[in-house]
């Protein structure tokens, strides 16, 4: 069974940069058939798409996003990696990492971690 | 970008039908998935393509879509089905996965 964790400081300075893990266990983050995302939740508000990797290198990004945001990959480890610089109060949730099926046309999210907890503040 | 546009919310009696509703211009021309979030859990996938159910998620659960709508309905709802629920599709133009804002489905 696939399983996904996020690890990383729940607390976060304003202006500094935000640095969170998935690791994926019950398979191998070099599939040649899926892409890996992170998604974040704001207290109280719905889903928001912060971008997707494939092993390979191809990245996408939220253009609302794209200039704070790096996602990477580590195939020896077998984790995904995010880090959101400049944070502010608004980047304030819960960040999921979830597998992204995606195929050129379509994208959808089938297995998710638990989530953590953000918070930015001084 | 591309919007999708939820009610914020549904309200149902158990074993009656819940219809969740998901506005997006020319939304027939994508793939639509829906997603259900409890409370303090993370969303898990129900529905994908439309109208495909991953393993595991009842047939009570279907997908469908007319003009500019896709739909989400979950026949004989029961109180468990008590959640948040979010349609999401992929904009192939801007590269660009999006969400619509949720609709809280409440179990009268």
């Known amino acids: 069974q696939l399983q996904l964790q996020e690890s990383g400081p729940g607390l976060v300075k304003p202006s500094e940069t935000l640095s969170l893990t998935c690791t994926v266990s019950g398979g191998s983050i070099s599939s040649r058939s899926y892409y890996w995302g992170w998604i974040r939740q704001p207290p109280g508000k719905g889903l928001e798409w912060i971008g997707s990797?494939?092993?390979?290198?191809?990245?996408y990004y939220n253009p609302s996003l794209k200039s704070r945001v790096t996602i990477s990959v580590d195939t020896s480890k077998n984790q995904l990696s995010l880090k959101l610089r400049s944070v502010t109060a608004a980047d304030t949730g819960v960040y999921y990492c979830?597998?992204?099926?995606?195929?050129?046309?379509?994208?959808?999210?089938?297995?998710w971690g638990q989530g953590t907890l953000v918070t930015v503040s001084s | 970008s591309y919007v999708l546009t939820q009610p914020p919310s549904v309200s149902v009696a158990p074993g009656k039908t819940a219809r969740i509703t998901c506005g997006g211009n020319?939304?027939?021309?994508?793939?639509v998935h829906w997603y259900q979030q409890r409370p303090g859990q993370a969303p898990l996938l129900i529905i994908y393509d439309d109208n495909d159910r991953p393993s595991g998620i009842p047939e009570r659960f279907s997908g469908s879509y007319s003009g500019n709508t896709a739909t989400l309905t979950i026949n004989r709802v029961e109180a468990g089905d008590e959640a948040d629920y979010y349609c999401q599709v992929w904009d192939s133009t801007s590269d660009l996965v999006e969400f619509g804002g949720g609709t809280k489905l409440t179990v009268l």
């Open positions: 979830a597998r992204d099926i995606r195929d050129g046309y379509n994208s959808n999210f089938d297995y």
């Open positions: 990797m494939y092993y390979g290198g191809s990245t």
């Open positions: 020319n939304i027939g021309s994508k793939s």
